[in-house]
């Protein structure tokens, strides 16, 4: 009995402790790709600040330096596809591991360029790196995150944020000390470095590393055991009568494509806006570090919103609502940032940071609820892709419009983007049960 009794305790104890290790690996999971989304935002959200030294130096139109910053902006987006791809392929760390070296890579030769064309083409290899982060990073969590995802995904999203508002505050900086925009590339191209050697040196439990021992394929075991599970899936999906894909999915894609023409396309234009409309900024002797410190304190705000959004979707009984609740209280604030000045303009560009950026972990709740396990990086892949790619023509779109209109004209089409991202947002609940089903027909050897 005694023994008996004995064994349960052991056996108690050992269960507390490989429960006590699985929340710390839960924890490592969600601060690296957490602090990877920070570095993230912060390499791709310099540009609006910097953006009229830029313009200026090469003696560019907003149109202009709005298509050259696309280029980079699409990659962003378009990389995610295939990087969800090679997620799933080849460990989600892995990537994450790659992204961040080539941030650091491509920020440095941003600061090095001499021109608009090697600006254009290192900035292409900055954004096309950064688009690895989101399919990688948000596969980590949704793979290796089991207690309280939503929360897990809210913090991801807050970091994101101390990125997006931290990154003009930095460039702004940069610009006073140093007078030049270059410096906040190589500052962050040596963040970038030194964040991405913290990546490679990290452990995560069945994780494949970034290391010659996996790519060599010393570990003969691990490699059995993914090779069976990969063969095990692929052989459910080649059984598999047809392809089901839920409907729900598919206007998910709408609205992350809606929603990423509102974040680009605000985001970029803040600092403009603010060095038109808010007197003290226009009439001050620095009016591009001012701008940038205004947009760093409107978008720290967001920080609330991100940790909302994940907070309230683990407790929301119909998470797909969410978003169309975001949406619908974004679009007339929108329309007010357009009509505003001075004090209005502040008051209401901070609660549409407050209240957009709550959107984006419902929405990362809702993809990996909507995509099998397996298949989490290509969902967040094609949805990034979405967002950040096709997003990314805000960035030219809303260069002519401030050119021919006028900055708050392009505010006013951002009003009705998201009056549209309402209805599809609505749309995504009351399709939810449906599916659209693919013939497959699989070849037979």
């Known amino acids: 009995m005694r ?76 990389g995610a596809f295939p990087a969800g791809y090679l997620a799933d392929r080849f460990g989600s760390k892995r990537m994450l591991t790659i992204g961040i070296m080539g941030m650091a890579l491509g920020s440095f030769l941003v600061g090095l360029s001499g021109g608009i064309w090697s600006f254009a083409i290192s900035y292409a290899l900055l954004g096309l790196f950064a688009s690895i982060h989101h399919p990688a990073g948000l596969s980590l969590i949704a793979r290796r995150v089991k207690n309280n995802r939503g929360q897990a995904l809210g913090i991801h999203g807050v970091m994101g944020n101390v990125g997006l508002f931290m990154a003009p505050l930095i460039a702004a900086s940069c610009i006073w000390l140093f007078n030049s925009w270059r410096a906040a590339y190589f ?19 069945d994780e494949v590393d970034f290391s010659f021992r ?34 729900s999915l598919l206007v998910l894609f709408l609205v992350s494509t809606l929603s990423g023409y509102i974040f680009r ?84 560009a901070g609660l549409f940071s407050l209240i957009y950026y709550s959107w984006q972990p419902a929405q990362n709740y809702l993809i990996s609820k909507y995509t099998r396990k397996a298949s989490h990086g290509m969902g967040f892949g094609v949805n990034f892709f979405l967002i950040f790619g096709l997003g990314s023509l805000a960035t030219t779109t809303g260069g002519y419009v401030t050119d021919h209109y006028g900055v ?29 089903r693919l013939p497959c027909h699989p070849q037979k050897k």
């Open 265 to 348: 396309g605000s985001l970029t234009f803040f600092p403009a806006l603010f060095r038109q409309e808010v007197h003290f900024i226009a009439n001050n002797a620095r009016p591009v570090v001012m701008a940038g410190y205004m947009t760093t304190a409107v978008l720290s705000l967001g920080l609330v919103g991100a940790w909302f959004g994940g907070y309230i979707t683990d407790r929301l009984k119909r998470p797909e609502l969410f978003p169309a609740l975001v949406f619908g209280l974004v679009a007339p604030i929108l329309y007010l940032i357009s009509r505003s000045a001075d004090n209005a303009l502040t008051l209401y």
């Open 187 to 205: 500052l962050y191209g040596i963040v970038g470095t030194g964040f991405a050697m913290l990546l490679y040196k990290s452990r995560i439990p």
């Open 214 to 247: 996996a790519a060599m394929g010393r570990n003969k075991r691990s490699a059995t055991k993914g090779k069976l599970a990969q063969e095990t899936e692929e052989g459910r999906e080649l059984a598999a009568p047809a392809v089901i894909i839920p409907l």
């Open 3 to 78: 023994a008996a009794c004995q064994g349960k305790g052991q056996a108690a104890i050992g269960k507390n402790k490989h429960s006590h290790s699985k929340m710390t690996d839960e924890h490592k999971v969600v601060l690296l790709a957490s602090a990877s989304h920070f570095i993230t935002h912060g390499f791709m959200t310099m540009f609006p600040v910097l953006m009229v030294a830029i313009a200026n130096e090469n003696s560019m139109s907003f149109t202009g330096i709005g298509l050259v910053a696309n280029i980079g902006y699409f990659l962003y987006g378009a």
């Open 408 to 436: 708050e004209s392009f505010y006013r089409l951002l009003a009705i983007v998201a009056l549209t991202a309402v209805i599809a947002a609505l749309t995504v609940f009351f399709v939810r049960r449906h599916s659209l």
